[in-house]
């Protein structure tokens, strides 16, 4: 019988294996090689030079400074045309004013240029706008800025395409005085202004975004509205407005989102918005419409939010489950005499109505109008219907690939020094 093998044969061997298994086991917990699909960060070439542009006015530079505006490199900050020797400001934009800014009419009278004109939380007192600047301007936003203001002081901007005043009281009787005169408006939003009055019987007709929201008009909904069928959203909430819904309201093809929420709205919703195809919000809540909710909001493919509550509808609601869960938002609460098909609708949905009897009434008192129950769902949705397999994923991590690959490779020292005396003992 063969002598078992030296200790130090044995001992090198052994280490010779473990730096291999070592190598082998890091060789496994290498971070993978980047996916073939990912895109190279792209090297963009060096751009050319930008021609040096022209010095602003020295005019509207001394305006700048007696504004308290940056008036060093001014068209860095703001859109300036290319005009020689001088160029000119185009753009400007008040922002978060401090104290000392102070609106002086020969400062505006050298900024007549300007078409567009921005202030943003600049509650400085109002001035008087030279002709020249009210008459260059394309676009006027006064957002909680210049304390207040006058619907005589807007009209004067008769070529505007994008007014928007909000959170300023505006002392004009009705929006007519403001609007009569731009001919040229596209875009106008007058929310949160105390505006009294009513909605013009004659609107310009290039109109796409009407926002009057968070006012103190009254009156009907005019038929005139109907008219602009380049209207793309309409917003007409927290009002007084009453009476119903014009019948010609299908006319405005080009809506996409709707809001009359929050007035004093009664009778049906008109069949005629069946004709408008790309709705995709549409807001009555809050007001006395009444009669059946109509079966055609199903069949609108873009409508994704949709409420209803708190009205006064009654029936069984035509809708089913897969509808529903097409929507984001889907609201319905607060109609006390309206019901839902239990056989067509889970029990889970929190929809804010009772399930129906057989005679299509409301087996249970549901939440009355003011129940905070109703008001205490999520905003994003009235229903929920989900499980929580997917957050549960989320938190599922698998094992570590560095413990992994360690793990691999001392199970495999392990097993070869077992081997390897074996081996030695059945030698010997």
């Known amino acids: 019988m063969k002598p078992p093998p030296s200790s130090p044969l044995l001992f090198s061997l052994l280490l010779f294996l473990f730096f291999t298994a070592v190598s082998s086991a890091a060789t496994k917990v290498l971070p993978p090689a980047p996916s073939p699909t990912t895109s190279p960060t792209p090297v963009t070439p060096s751009a050319a030079p930008p021609s040096k542009a022209a010095p602003l006015d020295p005019k509207q530079v001394r305006a700048l400074q007696s504004l308290n505006l940056p008036s060093r490199n001014p068209c860095s900050l703001n859109q300036c045309d290319s005009a020689k020797p001088f160029s000119h400001l185009l753009s400007l934009r008040f922002s978060n004013c401090s104290d000392d800014v102070s609106m002086s009419s020969t400062a505006l009278k050298s900024l007549s240029t300007l078409q567009n004109l921005s202030f943003y939380n600049c509650p400085v007192a109002p001035v008087h706008f030279p002709t020249e600047l009210s008459l260059s301007l394309h676009s006027f936003s006064c957002i909680h800025s210049l304390r207040r203001l006058t619907g005589v002081f807007l009209s004067r901007f008769v070529n505007l395409t994008d ?4 959170n300023v009281p505006v002392n004009a009787s009705g929006l007519y005085v403001i609007l009569g005169n731009m001919k040229k408006l596209k875009s106008v939003t007058i929310s949160n202004a105390s505006l009294t009055g009513s909605i013009p019987k004659h609107f310009h007709l290039n109109l796409t975004h009407v926002d009057v929201s968070g006012n103190q008009l009254k009156g009907r909904i005019p038929t005139s509205i109907t008219l602009l069928d380049s209207l793309e959203s309409l917003n007409l909430s927290s009002n007084g407005f009453n009476g119903e ?100 609708l889970s029990s889970k949905l929190k929809l804010g109505v009772a399930p129906c009897d057989k005679h299509g009434l409301p087996m249970s008192p549901p939440p009355a109008k003011d129940d905070s129950s109703a008001n205490s769902e999520s905003d994003s949705s009235d229903y929920d219907d989900s499980d929580d397999d997917s957050s549960q994923k989320e938190h599922h991590h698998g094992p570590n690939k560095v413990v992994l690959g360690v793990a691999i490779g001392l199970s495999s020292i392990v097993f070869l020094i077992v081997f390897l005396v074996l081996l030695s003992k059945w030698c010997g």
């Open 163 to 166: 007014l928007t005043v909000t």
């Open 245 to 344: 819904i014009p019948s010609e309201f299908g006319d405005l093809i080009s809506l996409k989102n709707v809001s009359l929420a929050s007035n004093s709205l009664s009778g049906s919703i008109p069949e005629s918005m069946t004709a408008i195809p790309g709705l995709v919000h549409v807001d009555l809540s809050s007001n006395q419409l009444n009669g059946t909710i109509p079966r055609f909001f199903a069949d609108m493919k873009s409508l994704r939010y949709l409420n209803l509550q708190n009205n006064e509808f009654h029936g069984v609601l035509p809708f089913n489950a897969s509808f529903l869960k097409r929507l984001t938002v889907f609201k319905v609460g607060g109609n006390s005499n309206l019901c839902y098909n239990h056989t067509v």
